[in-house]
């Protein structure tokens, strides 16, 4: 089992702080086994079991906890006493929106002090309504995404080589993947069961979806033009066209359960002659690309919008606010930003001719802040700069870890010429 050394150092950053640790994410993207490990990491240097409180909401030794009186009995019968209760003790709850009203409860035991709080949550809306109101500026949301490029080959052991990066684009970055079988059949198997997990649990099940198969079309829509813009109408008219009418406002419904769930996530436009977000014209990314093959298929025609959904994900976990940009009538593929600093990018498979870098550059020209600017492809022989816009190998991007300041010229990936 491998540490994922960027979310082990956000928890171990702010140990001990008066703040509610929580990491949210897709099921079974590794929350519970990054905060696992943690816990683990704690007992080896010497905390007591006394002082580590625990709760799965996966396992049935803890069904009886269905709500926040619940929890808080839970709690408060394993609270130190006396001379014991000198010493910190650690909460740590998995899979908290399980528990009716977790909130209350939690916002209760913060108060009462003498918990170091961590949580896991699977929906999106954890951290809205009643907990924001409860605990204002007082607890630190942790986004936990699927493995990056550089945990998946750690994960497998090789270096990142155009073979290992062939891989990722098939399999995606679900841990699990990594405990089985290496063959892409068994991984697409175990995935294709993952997809129905979530979809069944985290979305008909919290939301009470009746017509199920319809909410499947729209998800294998949403994979199938994952990076594309379109509107909920589109959707709408594309399902009277298989024979389901749906209305506009049903599909609104169901994408909103997608991003509750982190199957998808939403990216606004931003006009960057108006200074303002687009309300129409927004993209969805599909969480993950090894299921989305799992439900539509690999498609090598499909790379484009692969790697740009791979280049979408890494500017998040590296904390970047991602937008897209309308220059004109053209348009950025990212804006990144982050404690005030920016950078725009262009994301594509080949610069094959002087039209495509045309499409590619042109849009980064017509910007005229001094923010970085970058174009991303696949290229094995990169060209030159151009205007001061950098031309960087796809995969080193990913690999590196930071690109705010100008990025190193040394190849990262092994193998590349």
């Not at 009746?210 to 509107?231: C, K």
């Not at 990216?267 to 990314?285: C, I, M, P, T």
């Not at 890494?314 to 950025?332: C, H, P, Q, Y």
Request: glycine share 8%.
């Amino acid at each position: 089992m491998y540490e994922r050394k960027f979310y082990h150092g956000q928890l171990a950053r702010f140990a001990g702080t008066p703040l509610v640790k929580v990491l949210t994410g897709m099921r079974r993207v590794g929350k519970s086994t990054i905060m696992r490990m943690f816990r683990e990491e704690l007992a080896t240097g010497g905390v007591s079991p006394e002082q580590l409180v625990f709760v799965d909401m996966e396992l049935l030794e803890f069904a009886s906890i269905r709500n926040a009186a619940d929890l808080h009995s839970f709690v408060t019968e394993r609270r130190l006493k006396g001379k014991a209760s000198d010493h910190p003790q650690y909460l740590f709850i998995d899979e908290v929106q399980e528990i009716e009203g977790w909130e209350k409860a939690v916002n209760s035991i913060l108060n009462e002090g003498g918990f170091d709080i961590y949580l896991t949550g699977s929906n999106a809306n954890l951290l809205s309504g009643e907990l924001a109101t409860l605990l204002t500026g007082r607890y630190l949301e942790i986004p936990v995404y699927p493995l990056s490029f550089g945990e998946y080959s750690i994960f497998r052991n090789a270096a990142p080589d155009e073979a290992i990066f062939g891989e990722y684009l098939r399999r995606g970055g679900m841990p699990g993947i990594h405990h089985m079988d290496q063959d892409d059949e068994t991984i697409r198997q175990y995935l294709g069961s993952l997809a129905d997990s979530i979809i069944l649990k985290d979305i008909v099940g919290r939301y009470a979806v009746r017509d199920v198969d319809l909410l499947r079309r729209i998800i294998r829509f949403i994979a199938d033009n994952s990076g594309n813009v379109f509107s909920a109408k589109r959707i709408a008219d594309f399902m009277k066209n298989e024979r389901r009418t749906v209305g506009v406002e049903t599909v609104y419904n169901y994408l909103s359960y997608m991003l509750s769930s982190f199957l998808a996530y939403r990216v606004s436009r931003f006009d960057l002659k108006g200074k303002r977000f687009l309300e129409v014209g927004e993209k969805y990314y599909f969480s993950d690309l090894g299921l989305k093959n799992a439900l539509i298929g690999y498609r090598q025609s499909d790379i484009n919008a692969a790697l740009e959904t791979l280049v979408y994900f890494e500017l998040r976990r590296r904390g970047f606010t991602v937008s897209i940009g309308k220059a004109g009538n053209t348009e950025i593929d990212f804006i990144a930003e982050r404690s005030g600093q920016k950078m725009y990018l262009q994301v594509c498979y080949l610069l094959a001719d002087q039209s495509v870098a045309q499409r590619e550059f042109g849009p980064l020209e017509s910007v005229s802040d001094n923010y970085p600017k970058y174009v991303l492809s696949m290229d094995r022989i990169m060209g030159s700069d151009r205007n001061g816009i950098r031309w960087v190998y796809l995969p080193d991007f990913l690999l590196n870890n930071e690109h705010t300041e100008p990025i190193s010229e040394r190849p990262l990936l092994a193998g590349r010429t």
